[in-house]
């Protein structure tokens, strides 16, 4: 039998549910089934090993691109925006007790060494983040086992703060930080960042 080509094999674990009724009636071999699953545990470490470093290049959109390919490994999933996909990952969800995610995102600044509402030119920046949970558990619902993680996270967001810079100049990645949620009850999820403010003073 010649060796499944990785690349294949990891658009293979993407679109395998999709393609679940033809894969019934031609099933591949169990070793091409173990080369599959090879592939996909290899990409997986990379892609996390590369959520770890790009953010310290800075660079905003490999980034984002390299969160939504993890995202899209770990449930192998096709796409963020094809509505079986989406259909998908609520019943994924479902059947582990958890409801999909309902967010809001609120944020917030001040000046770090200064009275609350002036941030002065090149001086510390304090960023407050605060992620509300729409779909939290209400007070008596039944907390479902934590399949996901040992240390009992339920979800866990990636927030990514990016620094806007002037047309031509790309702009940086100012913080990339996990979010997680072990209390399903909670209804909102907050983090803080520190960083310098430009050095002209501006919006």
Known sequence: MPRPNPVTLRYWHLWKE????????AAPPEMAEAKRSAANQLATRLLIQSQMLIPQQRWVQPTLAVAKA??????????????????????ILNDDGLAFPSLELQASAVGADTQEGVIMPSQPIKAKI??????????????PECFASNDGIYEAYWLYLEGVKPEGTANSLVMAQPMVVKDLKATAVTAEATFTAPPDPGK
């Open 18 to 25: 999709r393609l679940e009724p033809e894969l019934a009636e």
């Open 70 to 91: 993890s995202a899209l490994m770990a449930n192998a999933l096709w796409s963020h925006e094809d509505q079986e996909a989406l259909d998908k990952m609520v019943a």
């Open 130 to 143: 605060t992620l509300v949970r729409k779909h939290a558990h209400a007070e008596g619902d039944p907390t």
